[in-house]
């Protein structure tokens, strides 16, 4: 079965600073990966995916991502933190295996930003 | 184009009740995936459904159940419900449900079980 690990429940970054939240990967085959925000009371909003074409993808809202099969790695990064990037985020793969796709998710990186 | 839309959003029920939560896809899109979500056990796959047919399943018990119409529109249905069903339940639809089909996803409907 396929699986992500997110490392770190919370991180919290200053207005304008670095955001790097983590994201590893186990799937016995090439994965297909995502990354998701969740705003309170709020559904799923995809931010980008990895589908095996360019190893760099970038997502909305400045947001990019790597993929790094030597480090089974798809950390989320985005230069410059804003007020409005406080949400939950999610790291997903998808699990094509039985038929039917379905989303394996990590368990999620609540992303705290101040001033 | 419209999103995907849930209704209710929020739900009050009691122990031993059953319930029926809606979702109506994106148009065009003809898979339906539901998750639940809480804050012990994170987002859990239940079901996805595509042409009405149920095409995976995760491992949830025989209470938790759905269904797809005709015009790719589901609804899941929770019998006797227990405390622990109290959750965000989310749906999301794709395309055809293939694994580069990204999935949409609804606002949710928050359920509390009393």
């Known amino acids: 079965a396929q699986s992500v690990t997110q490392l770190g429940s919370h991180v919290s970054v200053s207005e304008g600073a670095l955001v790097l939240l983590r994201c590893n990967y186990s799937?016995?085959?090439?994965?297909?990966l995502f990354w998701y925000v969740q705003y309170p009371n709020q559904g799923l909003q995809l931010l980008l995916k990895?589908?095996?074409?360019?190893?760099l993808v970038k997502g909305i809202n400045g947001f990019e991502a790597e993929f790094k099969k030597s480090e089974t790695s798809f950390h989320l990064t985005k230069p410059s933190a804003h007020m409005s990037d406080a949400a939950e985020y999610f790291c997903?793969?998808?699990?094509?295996?039985?038929?039917?796709?379905?989303?394996?998710f990590g368990t999620g990186t609540q992303l705290k930003v101040e001033l | 184009k419209a999103g995907v839309t849930q209704t209710p959003r929020y739900l009050i029920k009691t122990r031993g009740q059953q319930v029926t939560l809606s979702c109506s896809p994106i148009?065009?899109?003809?898979?339906v995936s539901w998750y639940q979500q809480t804050p012990g056990q994170g987002l859990q796959f239940l079901f996805e459904?595509?042409?009405?047919?149920?095409?995976n399943k995760g491992n949830f018990p025989g209470r938790f159940s759905g269904r797809q119409f005709s015009n790719s529109r589901s609804e899941m249905n929770v019998s006797t419900l227990e405390l622990g069903d109290s959750a965000l339940y989310l749906c999301?639809?794709?395309?055809?449900?293939?694994?580069?089909?990204?999935?949409?996803f609804g606002p949710g409907t928050r359920l509390t079980v009393l």
């Open positions: 799937s016995s085959v090439p994965p297909y």
């Open positions: 148009s065009g899109h003809r898979s």
């Open positions: 997903a793969v998808s699990d094509f295996t039985g038929g039917g796709n379905k989303l394996t």
């Open positions: 459904y595509f042409s009405e047919t149920q095409r």
């Open positions: 990895y589908t095996s074409a360019a190893t």
């Open positions: 999301a639809s794709s395309l055809t449900g293939g694994r580069v089909n990204e999935q949409f």
